[in-house]
């Protein structure tokens, strides 16, 4: 390994095992592009740091809400505060940029890039990260389509950690959201399956009370089934 060499992997790995520190990082990757496509010792790339790194959390008071938007809003918080978990936008102006050069590779090299040492986008999905996944999907949309190994895409994945934010998201794909919605994971679920399931504890558990947590999920199944009306009727054998 020649010293240009050995000083490329020393950056890599500072702006891996350091993504907090985006100053720095952008101030690397910036001077070096090429950072976006190599790998750290771990075979890891700086966009999967990016997609497992803690979302910081800030209370932000409910707004003024009346009626049902009010029920609704505190019901989703559990209190009369919502808790924002969002990216340093330093962060996420890293992502924006070390995307940016990726997406100039070919589409096999990206998929490679992105699904080794393990699946980016689902690992990113799984912890809420919400704004990491809309970088990428704007500038390559190709990505709703990927699925993981049980045959589930990121919404399917959302909906399994009850991550509203990227639920969300799609609704920014069209028409091809009634492809989606009826995709069957490796055990035929479609993503209203999945949203009948108990998420995992630590979801559960953003609403204290057995009688709020029941509540919530009971809304978050009726959104569903909402979201998914316009694609199926309610009787259709897709739902039994």
Aim: charged fraction near 20%; hydrophobic fraction near 45%.
């Amino acid at each position: 390994m020649t010293r240009t060499d050995q000083n490329e992997r020393h950056e890599v790995e500072v702006v891996i095992t350091q993504p907090s520190a985006a100053d720095a990082a952008l101030l690397l990757v910036n001077n070096n592009r090429q950072l976006a496509t190599l790998r750290a010792g771990n075979k890891e790339t700086a966009l999967h740091a990016l997609a497992r790194m803690p979302l910081t959390s800030s209370e932000v008071a409910n707004p003024n809400q009346q009626g049902f938007l009010k029920s609704l809003f505190n019901l989703f918080s559990g209190t009369n505060m919502v808790h924002n978990r969002r990216m340093n936008p330093k962060a996420l102006k890293l992502v924006e940029i070390l995307w940016e050069e990726v997406i100039l590779l070919d589409d096999y090299p990206i998929s490679v890039l992105i699904g080794l040492p393990w699946k980016l986008i689902f690992v990113a999905a799984e912890h809420g990260n919400d704004q990491f996944l809309s970088k990428l999907i704007d500038k390559y949309p190709d990505l709703i389509f990927k699925v993981n190994e049980h045959q589930l895409s990121i919404f399917h994945i959302a909906v399994l950690n009850r991550h509203e934010k990227i639920f969300n998201l799609i609704y920014e794909t069209g028409s091809i959201k009634d492809l989606i919605v009826v995709k069957e994971d490796e055990e035929k679920n479609i993503i209203l399956h999945l949203a009948a399931k108990l998420p995992p504890p630590n979801r559960l558990n953003i609403v204290s009370g057995a009688a709020l947590q029941l509540q919530r999920e009971l809304l978050w199944f009726k959104v569903n089934l909402h979201t998914f009306s316009c694609t199926f009727k309610v009787g259709d054998s897709a739902i039994d």
